[in-house]
């Protein structure tokens, strides 16, 4: 079983659509969790993180966390073409920056106009 | 979040040959981490590179071939040594931060590397 489980896609929605993206993880000890995000030929880029259960919004992002079913997901409101990127989840077992992160293989999204 | 570079951001190297991989922030850092990311693949966790120790290495990665400095807090470099064409990827360096409270890394700009 893989530690941290996405579907690795592609997820197809229509441009102002709400994308819904999620993840499973393995170690019921996860304290931190993230979602990166990664346009082709680029480098992963932060855009959310979450620790508490419940949900987490900033602008058009919602990270919701539900640690007892493991779960953690991203919602994407009002989609654009430009979030069209590969998403992925981490997970970390610490809340300190010396925790090692370990990543899902992602989630290819395309926002169709 | 602090600013990262990568040198050189894309490179080409034969076979047997190593490539010394630079990762400069422009503040003092505890933590540097560096990754692999191969083709069409997620990053996968090379090692962890704390000032004044010897890096940590995960499974499957070993220090005489994939040497790490950490000089100061704010440099730290990855050598690819020997490398064949399985060591194409992107290498990326990453930093432990908490601008607004919460510890989580950021990541560079990543190392291009196709090994003929």
């Known amino acids: 079983q893989k530690e941290v489980e996405q579907n690795s896609g592609p997820l197809s929605v229509p441009e102002g659509a709400i994308a819904s993206l999620n993840c499973t993880y393995s170690d019921r000890g996860s304290q931190s969790f993230f979602w990166y995000r990664q346009y082709s030929g680029k480098s992963p880029e932060l855009i959310m993180f979450?620790?508490?259960?419940g949900d987490k919004e900033d602008g058009r992002f919602t990270a919701q966390l539900n640690k007892a079913s493991q779960y953690v997901s991203l919602l994407i409101r009002d989609s654009q073409p430009s979030d069209s990127a590969t998403y992925l989840c981490?997970?970390?077992?610490?809340?300190?920056?010396?925790?090692?992160?370990?990543f899902g293989s992602g989630t290819r999204l395309s926002i169709r106009p | 979040s602090a600013v990262i570079s990568q040198k050189p951001s894309r490179d080409i190297c034969q076979r047997g040959t190593s490539l010394t991989i630079q990762c400069q922030v422009d503040?003092?850092?505890?933590?540097m981490f560096w990754y692999r990311q191969q083709p069409g693949q997620s990053l996968t966790l090379i090692a962890t590179a704390n000032q004044g120790s010897e890096a940590t290495y995960e499974s499957g990665f070993v220090i005489d071939k994939f040497p790490i400095s950490r000089p100061n807090l704010t440099f730290s470099t990855l050598t690819v040594s020997n490398m064949s064409p399985e060591d194409s990827s992107i290498y990326l360096c990453?930093?432990?931060?908490?601008?607004?409270?919460?510890?989580?890394?950021?990541f560079g700009p990543g190392t291009r590397l196709l090994v003929l």
């Open positions: 503040s003092q850092v505890t933590m």
């Open positions: 990453s930093v432990g931060q908490s601008p607004t409270g919460g510890e989580t890394q950021y």
């Open positions: 979450i620790y508490s259960n």
């Open positions: 981490a997970v970390s077992p610490g809340y300190s920056s010396a925790s090692k992160i370990i």
